[in-house]
């Protein structure tokens, strides 16, 4: 089974940037497609990123892109996201999550992921 956890989170200023991990603990990690998603309070869970099982693939949400990274280290079954130059309407809780199937899909819904981990809040001040 897997689970995943996230981490990384925490308070920054605007214009700063956190570096977000996402540790699996399954077998079949590295065969599958995994993506990064957030909730803002009120709002419904949206797309950020996602980065194919081989890395070699990446897909955006279009309003980060250009300042956020994602990526993956299959060797210590980890996924990343970097973010950079941080808005206040970034703030949110961030999960990462597996594709359930092996399609990389380029914008994701959350119905097409699963083994969501508890997530991880991002706050940025103003």
């Known amino acids: 089974q897997v689970q995943l956890v996230e981490s990384g989170g925490g308070l920054v200023q605007t214009g700063g940037s956190l570096r977000l991990s996402c540790a699996n603990s399954?077998?079949?990690?590295?065969?599958?497609?995994t993506g990064w998603f957030r909730q803002a309070p009120g709002k419904e869970r949206e797309f950020v990123a996602i980065?194919?099982?081989?890395?070699?693939?990446?897909a955006y949400a279009d309003s980060v892109k250009g300042r956020f990274t994602i990526s993956r280290d299959n060797a210590k079954n980890m996924v990343y996201l970097q973010m950079n130059s941080l808005q206040p309407e970034n703030t949110a809780i961030y999960y990462c999550?597996?594709?359930?199937?092996?399609?990389?899909?380029?914008?994701?819904?959350?119905?097409?992921?699963?083994?969501w981990g508890e997530g991880t809040l991002v706050t940025v001040s103003s």
């Open positions: 999550a597996r594709d359930k199937t092996t399609y990389f899909h380029t914008t994701p819904t959350a119905a097409m992921m699963h083994s």
């Open positions: 399954g077998r079949t990690f590295t065969n599958y497609n």
């Open positions: 980065i194919s099982w081989s890395g070699t693939d990446r």
